[in-house]
């Protein structure tokens, strides 16, 4: 057969061909010359990209120009990735991170790590849990979405986690030591930060922050490290920072957060102030980022600069602060602090717990305690599991597990069957029922968000003392509280959930270190622990460097060696008071002058290294700190202020005429008008009749009760309501009622809504911080100018031009009769003068050396039967032309006395510097006194 | 003209051999042009990869291929061709080889070493193939019914359709199936069965693209599924998979009417930037619409367009059905490899990694199209004559 001919078939197969170009034409006109403009504008955004060169922070500094936070040239470690994508490349590039990786590492550099893995000393371990953990792991395996995720990557390890990313780098796994294991992780986060970075590989990665000249030296050494380089940038440097931790706060890298509510103001990688003046004063201090607009290649890799845009210079700021006095008020209150921690020590107790009957006086401090505390704060604990662990802390660690053992026991047992009320748990038990409850709802277990905030046995848990644990969380289990997929388990079945979480407590929190802080007091004063064996690990840890005679005693058993050992590490200051997690632990002190309002020092202890934040673990280790150096003692802490309220009372009752400055009341007895009848301080004894200057001086509660009582009977018959409004309305006189002014954070203070008469002596609810005390006390010193406080002195731009000038803004002044002011002044004035403490402030000796006439007011708070009462003093000196007004409070210090000695110390240091050496050395404490 | 059928005169004793003769003069310059151009962007290339070494091959094998096309423009087809049994073995075994022996670059053995250089059996394939069914089909022709020739031309059509797409490359199975397309049409396909097959093709091809948009399940793998969806939304892909279309996309549109000229500098353009990378390849395209923007571009598409219908006028003209297989497929190699090309590159269609015939950097490529229009030319030197014959009678 022949095939037919189609010759038309190719001419209709070239029609269709020309149709083909002609739509390719119009598509490239659409492209070409409809669009062109537009592709051409999107060609050159596409090529340029904008880096932003830091601003110089304007600086901190005190009322005299000294620095207090600075701005300092700094360099960074950084690496861009500017190899190809050959195999060899790839050796190349890991070749050059591990030689850069090992510099760093020789010379003790901080790696810039922000991920979730990291090295413990004998093998890698995540540092996230619950969503964190699983979110990271979807990041490192690629997955938008967690739910990608197999069970076997749910399932994996740390170490599959580095082996996995160390083969998809094709980095060689040659793990000798334990150098070789940090060397093979730090390789693999940068290069899965770099590979973030893959499509931007202008920016470069920074490797580490603020190396040392060593460590430029010998990066520039090597040639052949391409793509890393040191880049100059700022830091920023606190002088002295734990006396000015609690003013200056500090700055941290910019949160995406942050960014996006200050659009165009932050890029990626800029500091922020986080806290403290650093943040109230960001806009003044942070200056004005520069650009420089790079044109870039397909990769991101930098070929050439468009433009340039200078960066603009933050402004510098004075403040108020005195930092010799702020620096010299720091120490007299550690001090202080100390000198009641020694003055209380012994070692003939081993455990002592304060009780209702505990007479302050009575209060001692086991060395049990040191040395437990020494066991939870100071002590590494995870050294134990290291190879490298010394003898005794391979003894240490098996007390530790028997102990921890026997306590689960107990836990487990509690949680099954015993299911006491928290009340009545022995105080160990009750702080591990706490530590787990909180765990439980920190970590998701017991879900918020499905909690019936109105159910009665949470509210009795939360709020009330008599529930068990174990029976709220067997409640918890019933209503569905529970997440089960946190705790293994998804059985629907009441009591199997409550099995798996009892079983998850002792597997989780139970084995938390800071669960293992709060065992150790209780180890060590069980006996469990010896001191000796304690300063052993102290030894063994080189936290110290002991004599040889005290090295000689403790290895020896000598009786006492460890006991006169830690004595001595207080005695040195070696080991603080904020170190110990003893009472007191904690403290502040606010000066002001009385003239302008403005703030001489603001102390709060413990105070921080601000230097040391951007560290990996500080901000954990220190948020860790039972004494909270984090929180502003001064200015974010309130506590019932005693009786320095005592002069608003007065000035209610003057001003509303249930009392004048002649009216005596007779103290003796209880104050019977209301059930149950408080006493005063002095009671069984009693100060017979007393007026409001004697009152004042002597701090009379029974006077003031009446006082008090009788503002509740204005309106006719005693209301608790009417008094209590009317002595609010004289508290806001003082500016009691609102923040103090101060331009960091500070809390609100609460005066108090109930219980008039207590509220009169500094009791019931009321709550102030130490800043907003000192306003009032600023207000008693000038007899009425109320101001709010400023830190602030000026601003000025770096070449020296003030931009702003800032004062204590004053206030409706205070205004009460004469007659109330020449009461109290006169009775401040003998508190200060029947305390041999104020004998010693006097002027320098070029002033004449004559005595500095002060007053005062001392205050002692009880706001827990099981801890010391608060220690506070309010005064001022001179009397009749105050220069400075000082308010202190140490929570859980004892006795008020201890309060009035710190500030007399203050004043005798304002009116004569030369005598600080005399203080510092001086080791009088006075005794515990008695009353407030 | 006249110098060129009085040599065709001349020769025309000889009946069914081509008599040494002059080629189209047409498809001869714009082949060239066409080369010529391609040559220039390479170049460009070449200056800012810094790889003379791609500029000197290119311009050998141009050399090499024209030689060799115009030996064979005095080589009757039909003397070569009558090895057509050995042309299919030769396609499938090379196809073979280079699955077990090739070279493997970014995960596709395409390529077959030999010394210091590399060869590309699908390259060959095509010219093979079409070689091959212009004599098979005349063949098979003569002893069985249309329909079973055409059902055995399918059957043979398939092992190197898949052998390809084993490498993987798609793109090039998808050509070669195209070009055999275009074989059995001008090779007589019942009208009936264009019409049932093109029917089946359309709704098949639409709810292929769809079950790829909508996800799940899917005829296509995944990594030809983002390509499809990345195609209808490049926006969406910008950093991955349209990342290549939109770069050219980019590149091209501002090239706007005269283009960025030929001059390389590195910021002025995204050549010079390397955002289009590999682009002496199957983004070639791309730099010639940046650099010579809209009128180069027309120019392009004017010379692959004279070409192509150069080709299917030759094959019209023709009277054996051998020759018309053979210009009709070469034709169709060109026009719609070219096509497909520069569709990819200005986002018309997914982006499929094919080159553009005579421009792309590419040996084996260029000199197979050397050849392949080598045999159209000796047909056209064979229609010449043939006419001059029938003016003489």
Redesign the interface.
Known sequence: MKLPNFRSRPIFLAFISVLMALTLVGRLYYLQIIRGAEFTQSFEESVSRTVSIPAKRGRILDRNGNVIADTQASQNVTIVDTTGNSSAENDRLNRIIQKTLGILLDNDEDFEEDFGISWNGSGYEFNYDGFNHLRFLADVYGYPLIDTLTPEQRESSAEDVVFMLADRYRIPRDMNTSKDSILLLDTVITRYRLALNAFQKYIPTVLARNVGTDTVDAIMAESDLDGISIANTYKRVYNDSKYMSGLTGYISLVSAKEMEENEGVYDAGDYVGKVGLEASMEETLRGKNGYREISVDNLGREKSEISYTRPQDGNDVYLTIDSDLQKTVYKLLEKTMRDIILSKLTDSVTSFEITEETDGSDILIPAADVYGSILSYIIDRDHFDSEDASESEEQMRGILQAYLESVKEGIRSELRAGRTPFNALTPEYQQYASYISRALFDRGVIDTSVVDADDEIYREWTGGSTESLGGFLYHAAAEKWIDRSLIGTDSEDTDEVFEALVQYVLDEPCEDYSFGNIMCKYICESGAASGELVCRILFDQEIFDPAESERDGIESGRRGAAFDYVKRLIENDDLTPGDLHLYPFCGSIVVTDPRDGSVLALVSYPGYDCNRIQESGYIDMISANPSRPLLNHATQQRYAPGSTFKMVTAAAGISEGVVTRSDTVNCHDRFDKIDPSPACWIYPGGHGYMNMQNAITNSCNMYFYEVGYRLGELGGSFSNDDGIQVLSEYAAMYGLDRKSGVEIEEAEPSVATKDVVRASIGQSNNGYTTAALARYVTAVATQGDLYDLTLLDHSQDKDGNVLEQYSAESLDPVEVSDDYWESISEGMRRVCANNSAFNSVRYSEEDGSGRVSAAGKTGTAQQSLSAPNHALFLGYAPVDDPEIAIAVCIPNGYSSSYAALVASQVMQYYFDPDSLSGILSSNDIPNYTNGD | MIQMNNRANINSTVKNTVKPGWPDPVLFCCTLLLNGMGLVSINSVAQVAGRNAILVRQACGSALGIVLMIVLSQIDAGKITRYWKFFYAAAILSLLFVLFFGVSVGGARRWIAVGGLTFQPSELAKILLILFYSEF??IL??K???TLVFVLSTLLILPPFFLILKEPDLSTSIMIFLIFC?II????LDRKIIAAVTAAAIPALLIIIYTAVIGGFSFLGEYQRQRILAWLHPEDYA?STAYQTM?S?????????IGKGLHVE??DT?LG?????ESQTDFIFAVI?EQL??LG??IM??L??AV??RC??I???SKS?HD?II??GM??WI?FQS?LN??VT???LPNTGIPLPFVSYGLTSLICLYAGLGFVQSIYIKNQSADSDAEAR
């Open positions: 089909i005349i022709g003569k069985y019914n249309r275009v049409f001008v090779a007589g950093n770069n996309m980019t590149a091209i549109g501002s090239g706007q009417l590195d910021a995204l930037t390397g955002f289009i990378s619409g923007g809209f571009c027309c598409i004017f692959i367009s192509t219908i299917y006028m094959a019209s003209k059905l018309r210009a009709s034709a169709a026009g096509y520069i569709g200005t986002g018309l």
